[in-house]
C-alpha cells in the first residue's frame, strides 16, 4: 500500500527557512510514473496546493509562494522536498503530501488517492 509520510515541520521566526522532505514507499511500479504534490491546511479553510511536480520534473507554484518555495525530488532516495524560503507568518500551516499515479499534475486536493498525515509549520512574526 502507498504511504507517505512528512517530516521537517518546526516553528521559525519570520524570515527564516524549512525543507520538508516526504518518504514514499509502497507504490506501485516506480517513483517515477508518479506526480507529486504539496499542500497546506490551516483550520476553517480549505485545502490549498502548495506545489507540484510531474514525473518528468515539470513543476508549479501557488502564486502566494512562487519565488520563495521549490519543490524537488530524488527518485533514487524515494524523497519529495519542499524547500521553503522567506516565511511569513501567512504561511503557517499543516503541510501535506500528496501522490497520484499519474503524467501530470494539478492543484486539485481530489484528485489525489494517498496522503500523507501531515507536519506543522509555524511561522511567528
Known amino acids: 500500500q502507498v504511504q507517505l509520510e512528512e517530516s521537517g515541520g518546526a516553528s521559525v521566526q519570520a524570515g527564516g527557512s524549512l525543507k520538508l522532505a516526504c518518504s514514499v514507499s509502497?507504490?506501485?511500479?516506480?517513483?517515477?510514473?508518479?506526480?507529486m504534490a504539496w499542500f497546506r491546511q490551516v483550520p476553517g479553510k480549505e485545502r490549498e496546493g502548495v506545489a507540484t511536480?510531474?514525473?518528468?520534473?515539470?513543476?508549479e507554484y501557488a502564486n502566494s509562494v512562487k519565488g520563495r518555495f521549490s519543490i524537488s525530488r530524488d527518485n533514487t532516495r524515494k524523497r519529495v522536498y519542499l524547500q521553503m524560503n522567506s516565511l511569513g507568518p501567512e504561511d503557517t500551516a499543516v503541510y501535506y503530501c500528496?501522490?497520484?499515479?499519474?503524467?501530470?499534475?494539478?492543484?486539485?486536493?481530489?484528485?489525489?488517492?494517498?496522503w500523507g498525515q501531515g507536519t506543522q509549520v509555524t511561522v511567528s512574526s
Open positions: 500528496a501522490t497520484r499515479r499519474t503524467s501530470f499534475c494539478s492543484f486539485g486536493s481530489w484528485e489525489y488517492n494517498y
Open positions: 509502497g507504490f506501485v511500479g516506480t517513483i517515477t510514473q508518479y506526480c
Open positions: 511536480i510531474t514525473n518528468r520534473d515539470a513543476t
